[in-house]
């Protein structure tokens, strides 16, 4: 319960987005690099919500098959009303 009542923050999701991304970057074309790293940026800057850079992710983890990624809570939350962190 101590975990759950620290309230995460644009910089510590954004510090999870980067470390995801650790496990796909090498494989990424410059422009997917450039894109993904331009969204993170704006989601920390509160410019865009969190749902675009983890819509991505997921994609990338699927189109590389980043296997440890699969199935992650945090790009696919279940039940899927949980992915609707529109926020910014």
Do not use: C, W
């Amino acid at each position: 319960m101590a975990a759950l009542a620290i309230r995460a923050t644009a910089k510590t999701h954004t510090n999870v987005l980067d470390h995801l991304m650790g496990y796909f970057s090498k494989q990424l074309t410059t422009p997917e690099r450039e894109e993904l790293l331009g969204l993170i940026h704006d989601y920390r800057r509160q410019l865009i919500p969190l749902i675009v850079p983890i819509t991505l992710i997921r994609h990338y983890s699927k189109k590389y098959r980043v296997a440890y990624l699969e199935g992650q809570v945090y790009i696919e939350p279940s039940p899927k009303e949980l992915m609707l962190r529109n926020h910014v």
